[in-house]
């Protein structure tokens, strides 16, 4: 109490913590599984004793090319209020799911030649090398869709010496089939330009890519998009609360006004000025300031255009008779920022309240 103020100033922050995100960092080798929509569990430190259940909202379109993670957003009910914005925790997202499938630890999977073998214990010291299918792989179990059965034992420690003894087989896989000779009538290959392996990144052609900004310096009412999310070319992303905006407002009504009064006047002493009942000079007088109130009304409504007020709002006030009785006017608070094409909220860093030029 007693302390003083301005309008730029941000005095009070609420929000409505019922629902809210928990962001992680998904890593670039793992992210193309992640999509929205599915489960997630999320373990908090401040709470290690309860698990929070949520789904994942939207992933966010730039990827931290330091880290080189990718954010996704878990949406979680919080109706006891328990998560507040800045805890700390991990999720789990759940990418796929198995129902009763045979799983085989990590370890027991060699990769030879571009598939995977398991060495399958037949008892008294006899191994057959299996080849097997890999369904979903996690840290330290993989799903086998095919050539093991529920019970089959396969070897885990020294798995890799064991299985070099079967080194001089040829795998009946696909990638080590030979081509066949031109004595079987196969085509002599065609020699080909040996191929350059270089280091490349995605990006963006430059006329796929928009800024968005506000065309006047006020406060951040409203956000209105997420990330990643998709828009069109004309969709309200924010609004800016502005009182520039009223203040301009206010200038189109007051020199509306007195434009409206000054014209009624000239037309008035035009025929008494014709007559001589009044001093031409009075009437040339009235007819300057005319001219000097349309050049005003004319340049704020180009302002008023240029910063975002539909043409339709500018008419609206320029009709408000404000001597009437009956006059209902309500002023603009707050100007829309537009997306300029269409796509997806790639980034933004404004909060409600902020104070933007």
């Given at each position: 109490?007693?302390?003083?103020?301005?309008?730029?100033?941000?005095?009070?922050?609420?929000?409505?913590?019922?629902?809210?995100?928990?962001?992680g960092?998904?890593?670039?080798?793992?992210?193309?599984?992640?999509?929205?929509?599915?489960?997630?569990?999320?373990?908090?430190?401040?709470?290690?004793?309860?698990?929070?259940?949520?789904?994942v909202?939207?992933?966010?379109?730039?990827?931290?090319?330091?880290?080189?993670?990718?954010?996704?957003?878990?949406?979680?009910?919080?109706?006891?209020?328990?998560?507040?914005?800045?805890?700390?925790?991990?999720?789990?997202?759940?990418?796929?799911?198995?129902?009763?499938?045979?799983?085989?630890?990590?370890?027991?999977?060699?990769?030879?030649?571009?598939?995977?073998?398991?060495?399958?214990?037949r008892?008294?010291?006899?191994?057959?090398?299996?080849?097997?299918?890999?369904?979903?792989?996690?840290?330290?179990?993989v799903?086998?869709?095919?050539g093991?059965?529920?019970?089959?034992?396969?070897?885990?420690?020294?798995?890799?010496?064991?299985?070099?003894?079967?080194?001089?087989?040829?795998?009946?896989?696909?990638?080590?089939?030979?081509?066949?000779?031109?004595?079987?009538?196969?085509?002599?290959?065609?020699?080909?330009?040996?191929?350059?392996?270089?280091?490349?990144?995605?990006?963006?052609?430059?006329?796929?890519?928009?800024?968005?900004?506000?065309?006047?310096?006020?406060?951040?009412?409203?956000?209105?998009?997420?990330?990643?999310?998709?828009?069109?070319?004309?969709?309200?992303?924010?609004?800016?609360?502005?009182?520039?905006?009223?203040?301009?407002?206010?200038?189109?009504?007051?020199?509306?006004?007195?434009?409206?009064?000054?014209?009624?006047?000239?037309?008035?002493?035009?025929?008494?000025?014709?007559?001589?009942?009044?001093?031409k000079?009075?009437?040339?007088?009235?007819?300057?300031?005319?001219?000097?109130?349309?050049?005003?009304?004319?340049?704020?409504?180009?302002?008023?255009?240029?910063?975002?007020?539909?043409?339709?709002?500018?008419?609206?006030?320029?009709?408000?008779?404000?001597?009437?009785?009956?006059?209902?006017?309500?002023?603009?608070?707050?100007?829309?920022i537009?997306?300029?094409?269409?796509?997806?909220?790639?980034?933004?860093?404004?909060?409600?309240?902020?104070?933007?030029?």
């Amino acid at each position: 109490a007693g302390q003083v103020v301005k309008t730029t100033e941000h005095l009070f922050h609420v929000v409505d913590i019922s629902i809210v995100w928990v962001v992680g960092d998904v890593l670039e080798g793992e992210v193309a599984a992640v999509r929205v929509g599915q489960p997630a569990t999320v373990f908090c430190k401040a709470m290690p004793d309860r698990v929070f259940q949520g789904t994942v909202d939207h992933l966010h379109q730039q990827k931290d090319n330091r880290r080189r993670t990718r954010a996704a957003a878990i949406a979680i009910t919080n109706r006891d209020h328990l998560l507040r914005p800045g805890m700390f925790g991990q999720m789990q997202i759940e990418t796929d799911r198995s129902q009763e499938a045979i799983v085989c630890p990590t370890e027991g999977i060699i990769r030879y030649f571009g598939s995977e073998y398991v060495l399958l214990n037949r008892g008294e010291g006899k191994y057959l090398r299996q080849p097997v299918k890999i369904g979903i792989r996690r840290e330290n179990q993989v799903e086998i869709l095919d050539g093991l059965f529920p019970g089959d034992q396969v070897v885990v420690n020294g798995n890799h010496i064991l299985f070099s003894l079967f080194a001089n087989e040829t795998p009946t896989s696909t990638s080590m089939r030979t081509p066949p000779t031109a004595d079987e009538g196969a085509e002599r290959p065609v020699d080909k330009q040996p191929a350059v392996i270089v280091q490349g990144t995605v990006e963006l052609p430059t006329d796929r890519k928009a800024l968005a900004g506000a065309r006047i310096e006020g406060r951040v009412q409203q956000i209105h998009v997420n990330h990643s999310q998709e828009v069109l070319a004309g969709d309200v992303l924010a609004e800016v609360e502005s009182l520039e905006l009223r203040n301009l407002q206010g200038d189109l009504l007051e020199s509306q006004a007195k434009l409206t009064w000054t014209r009624e006047r000239v037309a008035r002493l035009e025929p008494l000025a014709a007559q001589t009942a009044i001093s031409k000079k009075e009437l040339w007088q009235l007819q300057t300031d005319q001219r000097v109130l349309e050049n005003r009304v004319a340049s704020v409504v180009r302002k008023l255009g240029m910063i975002g007020v539909p043409q339709e709002e500018i008419e609206r006030a320029r009709s408000v008779d404000l001597s009437a009785e009956d006059c209902d006017l309500t002023l603009l608070r707050s100007i829309p920022i537009r997306a300029t094409i269409d796509g997806a909220v790639a980034a933004f860093d404004i909060v409600p309240g902020q104070i933007v030029d």
